[in-house]
């Protein structure tokens, strides 16, 4: 009596993908995509490693990536990173992967508002490529002049900010529409309210918030780590560690089209020349009689001098490296500093030992010796 082994399933398993909301160590939290051909997700999200072929090939698993995840553990909530999917954007700082835009908050008081310290953060943004949302946070601590007086510098600088107050009103509701759909960065100052505007969107978030200190007069960092949050209305909301200081490594060449009012001049004039800064070279479009002139020009002048100290540089003396992405972008990465010294590896040690298997010292085969070879092992 013979008996039919029925063969296994050729039919693939419909893939599981899903998007890194987190980094933590070496482990990714990831939530997973309900796919219309498949059965409901015993959970939401998995705590997934990265396969060691991703380690080897030197693919990096970002917050924001969509990635295919393999050997679900329903049980455990855990899981394995196995691909990850082309990327559309990604910003070096923070570190994250796909975002559609920037909003980049500040406070009108409380740290009191510093026009240098936002113009650094709008070029920061603009220099990213993606679309710059401007809200300010606490207007109910400054007068309607006040408030008027920032509005209209703002619009000749090239931006329409939102105003709101997330402890008075429910002015922020303005936000929502334009936040639906995307994945957002909120980027800014520590102490402006960026953890406090999550809490209000996403009330399941519990972000941890402090108060501004009296004695710096600026804000107390609160998030350490970069991490997206769904919004009820769909969306994603990164929530980022606050800085007061963004670093700034264009080209100088490249800073012209971060600023809206070089743009909007160029656009009904060019240049004499292609390669202008937009100083003083004749024929410039540009010119002078614009309200940031004079911080562009330092700008400017830190990005030559930046540029011609990484020329100077021996190669043994660089810092940084010039390093492309997998989109094509060029960025800066620290170059690793080669040891002077350094220690001789036990594969190296037990290679000498047997080198010396048949030579004596003293008239004594090294055979004899075995009992003491351990003593020479490290």
Request: net charge neutral.
């Amino acid at each position: 009596m013979s008996r039919t082994i029925a063969s296994p399933s050729t039919e693939p398993e419909t893939p599981l993908w899903g998007v890194v909301t987190a980094v933590q160590a070496n482990y990714y939290w990831v939530t997973l995509e309900q796919d219309a051909h498949r059965e409901v997700l015993p959970c939401r999200a998995l705590l997934c490693i990265r396969r060691a072929r991703l380690k080897k090939i030197g693919q990096r698993v970002m917050v924001g990536d969509r990635v295919q995840v393999v050997d679900p553990d329903w049980e455990g909530q855990r899981g394995a990173i196995a691909a990850v999917a082309p990327r559309q954007t990604v910003l070096d700082r923070p570190p994250i992967a796909n975002a559609d835009q920037v909003l980049l908050l500040f406070a009108l008081a409380e740290p009191d508002l510093d026009p240098h310290q936002l113009s650094r953060f709008l070029v920061k943004a603009e220099s990213t490529g993606l679309s710059v949302l401007l809200c300010f946070n606490k207007q109910d601590l400054v007068t309607d002049h006040t408030r008027r007086l920032w509005q209209h510098r703002l619009r000749q600088w090239g931006y329409d900010p939102l105003l709101i107050s997330l402890h008075q009103g429910e002015d922020w509701l303005t936000l929502q529409p334009r936040l639906q759909g995307r994945v957002t960065v909120v980027s800014g100052p520590s102490g402006v309210g960026k953890s406090s505007l999550i809490n209000r969107l996403i009330p399941a978030a519990h972000l941890r918030t402090n108060a501004v200190s009296g004695k710096l007069g600026r804000g107390r960092h609160t998030t350490r780590h970069v991490e997206l949050f769904p919004l009820p209305q769909g969306g994603l909301l990164a929530d980022t560690p606050g800085f007061n200081q963004p670093d700034l490594t264009l080209h100088p060449a490249d800073l012209g089209s971060c600023f809206p009012e070089i743009r909007r001049r160029l656009a009904q004039d060019a240049c004499q020349f292609n390669d202008c800064l937009h100083g003083d070279e004749p024929g410039c479009a540009v010119g002078n009689d614009w309200d940031r002139y004079d911080l562009y020009s330092t700008l400017v002048a830190e990005a030559e001098a930046l540029q011609a100290a990484q020329a100077s540089r021996s190669p043994d003396q660089a810092q940084l490296k010039r390093k492309v992405g997998g989109l094509g972008e060029i960025h800066q990465e620290p170059m690793l500093q080669a040891k002077k010294y350094r220690r001789v590896s036990r594969r190296r040690q037990r290679q000498a030992l047997e080198d010396l298997h048949y030579t004596t010292t003293d008239g004594a085969d090294w055979e004899d010796l075995d009992d003491d070879r351990s003593d020479l092992r490290c």
